[in-house]
């Protein structure tokens, strides 16, 4: 008898490793389409995306860059390096040029291909992966209060 609740104890343990063992497996596949890193212009010239990569790239709106339209063609810069970002679809309100923003998408032939855009949202916000990446440069000037 004793065996036996025994056998049944050590099948029950089994079972619920086994199954931890799947849900792990799940989640990770779930978060590996999911996940989608922070990268500024200069990390991006440094080191190329691959061209099924989805990211997210930040930094300032070039002035004189924005091309409005149906489809809108901007310069998102970090002073150092810049990137041309096209994007089918409506920016947001207080997207602008000089502004902080960061843009989601994948970088198709030295175009990044943005599917969403963020803008700042107010006169003193700017992402916080962007005022790090500004920092990492020596670049980034702290705004007056």
Do not use: C
Not at 11 to 28: E, K, P, T
Not at 72 to 99: A, C, M, S
């Amino acid at each position: 008898m004793a065996g036996l609740r025994k056998k049944r104890r050590m099948s029950m343990i089994f079972v619920g490793l086994l199954l931890m063992m799947v849900a792990a497996v799940v989640a990770g596949a779930a978060f590996k389409d999911g996940i989608e890193f922070f990268r500024s212009p200069t990390q991006v010239v440094d080191q190329m995306p691959g061209p099924d990569e989805r990211f997210r790239l930040g930094g300032l709106v070039k002035e004189g860059s924005w091309e409005k339209g149906d489809v809108h063609r901007f310069v998102i810069t970090d002073i150092t390096n810049d990137v041309l970002v096209v994007y089918k679809g409506i920016v947001p309100d207080l997207f602008g040029e000089g502004q902080g923003t960061i843009v989601t998408g994948k970088l198709v032939n030295g175009e990044f291909i943005a599917s969403e855009v963020l803008a700042k949202h107010d006169e003193e916000y700017m992402p916080d992966e962007v005022i790090d990446a500004l920092k990492a440069q020596g670049v980034y000037v702290e705004p007056s209060s």
